[in-house]
């Protein structure tokens, strides 16, 4: 998912130096004309030890939505939301609620 400025992309992947077996990232460019960074991961407050894939950004950038394998969910690739009140830093993950 790229926010609406062209300036962040969040990716799921499972390159080396994740948190579990994929994992979600960041990468950011300083204009739209420039190359994306090597992408950063956004570590364990929203990664877990399982698979966290297909990133979701709200369109003003604050609130990332995900789907998350990890324990204590419904089931497998349970939806899971975090926020952040500046762009760049998570604050924490949350399962979004839903039936058993």
């Known amino acids: 998912t790229i926010r609406r400025d062209g300036l962040e992309m969040i990716i799921s992947s499972g390159r080396p130096g ?36 297909a990133p979701a950004l709200s369109f003003d950038g604050t609130t990332l939505y995900f789907f998350s394998e990890r324990s204590g969910g419904l089931g497998n690739r349970d939806l899971y939301v975090t926020t952040r009140a500046r762009v760049h830093e998570p604050d924490v993950a949350e399962r979004v609620a839903g039936r058993k």
């Open 18 to 53: 994740g948190v579990g077996s994929e994992d979600l990232w960041v990468s950011t460019r300083s204009s739209t004309l420039d190359p994306w960074g090597t992408p950063v991961n956004l570590g364990p407050v929203v990664n877990s030890s399982a698979f966290d894939g």
